[in-house]
Nanobody
């Protein structure tokens, strides 16, 4: 089992920036990819971005492409999400997730990610 701890959420005005961090522990060496999902009130959890530890391949949702940047430090088992040009519609609880199989970055669905953090709130005011 992999334990994930997120940090870095908060309140920001539209157009501002935030940086989220997620540190993995436990069986982190078994992780193929790590990523971020978000869930707004009344909506389903949606994929935001992911990065693989092999070749550092990166995937983004269309809604954040060009504004968000995911990066990772394999030595620290930590993944980051730099969020720029934030919009009110980015408001959600952001969850860090880890996947042991490549399928997760193909389907980009929450059911294919094995481990989850507790979530961190991001609120963007207009």
């Amino acid at each position: 089992q992999v334990q994930l701890v997120e940090s870095g959420g908060g309140l920001v005005q539209a157009g501002g920036s935030l940086r989220l961090s997620c540190a993995a522990s436990g069986r982190a060496f078994m992780t193929y990819a790590m990523g971020w999902f978000r869930q707004a009130p009344g909506k389903e959890r949606e994929f935001v971005a992911a990065i693989t530890w092999s070749y550092l391949r990166i995937y983004y949702a269309d809604s954040v492409e060009g504004r968000f940047t995911i990066s990772g430090d394999n030595a620290k088992n930590t993944v980051y999400l730099q969020m720029n040009s934030l919009k009110p519609e980015d408001t959600a609880v952001y969850f860090c997730a880890a996947a042991s199989l490549r399928r997760a970055v193909i389907t980009k669905t929450s059911r294919d990610f094995d481990s989850w953090g507790q979530g961190t709130q991001v609120t963007v005011s207009s």
